[in-house]
C-alpha cells in the first residue's frame, strides 16, 4: 500500500521568497504523484503530477517539482512567492491502476509580505 | 461549466439524525469518489464509484452509505450521525477510474454533528 508523509504542518514565508515544501513517499510498486492546492473555502485544484519521463515536472503559477526516485521524494518548490500563494498543499500518491488517491495530512502556506 | 456540484455547502446535525450530501457532475465522468478532510489527517476516501451502477468501499466506509443514482450524480448519506463524523466532505469525479487524468473536486460540504 502506498502512503505519504508531509512533514511540515505549516510552512511560514515573506513574500517574493522561495519555499520548499517537502513530501515523501513509501511504495513497493511504482507510483504517479501529484500536488494539489486548496485555497481557503475551495476545494482542490491540480498543480502538477509526475507520470514518467522527465523528474523535473513544471505546474500551473510557477510552482515545479522533482521527483526523486532514491529519496522517495516529490518536493514542491517556487522561486518567489506571492501573497495569493497562501493556501493548503497536498501531495498525493496513485498507483499504477490510478483507482485511488492516497493524500498527505498537507501543509499550509502562509505567505506574509 | 459547473464541473462538480457539492449540496449542501453547511449542515448542522444533531446525533442520531440522517442526511444525504448530494454530488453531480457535468463533464460527463465515469468514476466518482468521496472523500472526508480533518484537521491533520488530509483526505482519506469514504467510497468511490468506477461507473454508473458499481460502487466500492474506500479507506473509511463505517457509518456511510453511498448510491450513484446515474452517471452524474453520486450521494452519500449518514443514517445515524455522529460527533466523529464532524467532518468537511468533498466529492471528486475523473474522466475514468484507470486512467491518469486529473481529478475534479467539490467546493465541499461542511458537516457538524452536535
Known amino acids: 500500500a502506498q502512503s505519504v508523509t508531509q512533514l511540515d504542518s505549516q510552512v511560514p514565508v515573506f513574500e517574493e521568497a522561495p519555499v520548499e515544501l517537502r513530501c515523501n513517499y513509501s511504495?513497493?510498486?511504482?507510483?504517479?504523484l501529484f500536488w494539489y492546492v486548496q485555497y481557503p473555502n475551495q476545494g482542490l485544484q491540480l498543480l502538477l503530477k509526475y507520470l514518467s519521463g522527465s523528474t523535473l515536472v513544471k505546474g500551473i503559477n510557477g510552482f515545479e517539482a522533482e521527483f526523486n526516485k532514491s529519496q522517495t521524494s516529490f518536493h514542491l518548490r517556487k522561486p518567489s512567492v506571492h501573497i495569493s500563494d497562501t493556501a493548503e498543499y497536498f501531495c498525493a500518491v496513485s498507483d499504477q491502476g490510478f483507482q485511488k488517491l492516497v493524500f498527505g495530512t498537507g501543509t499550509r502556506l502562509l505567505v506574509s509580505p | 461549466n459547473a464541473g462538480v456540484t457539492q449540496t449542501p455547502k453547511f449542515q448542522v446535525l444533531k446525533t442520531g439524525q440522517s442526511m444525504t450530501l448530494q454530488c453531480a457532475q457535468d463533464m460527463n465522468h465515469n468514476s466518482m469518489y468521496w472523500y472526508r478532510q480533518d484537521p491533520g489527517m488530509g483526505l482519506r476516501l469514504i467510497y468511490y464509484?468506477?461507473?454508473?451502477?458499481?460502487?466500492d468501499k474506500g479507506e473509511v466506509p463505517n457509518g456511510y452509505n453511498v448510491s450513484r443514482l446515474n452517471k452524474r450524480e453520486f450521494s452519500l448519506r449518514l443514517e445515524s450521525a455522529a460527533p466523529s463524523q464532524t467532518s468537511v466532505y468533498f466529492c471528486a469525479s475523473k474522466r475514468e477510474l484507470s486512467m491518469n487524468t486529473e481529478a475534479f473536486f467539490g467546493q465541499g460540504t461542511r458537516l457538524t454533528v452536535v
Open positions: 511504495s513497493s510498486v511504482s507510483v504517479y
Open positions: 464509484s468506477a461507473s454508473e451502477g458499481t460502487t
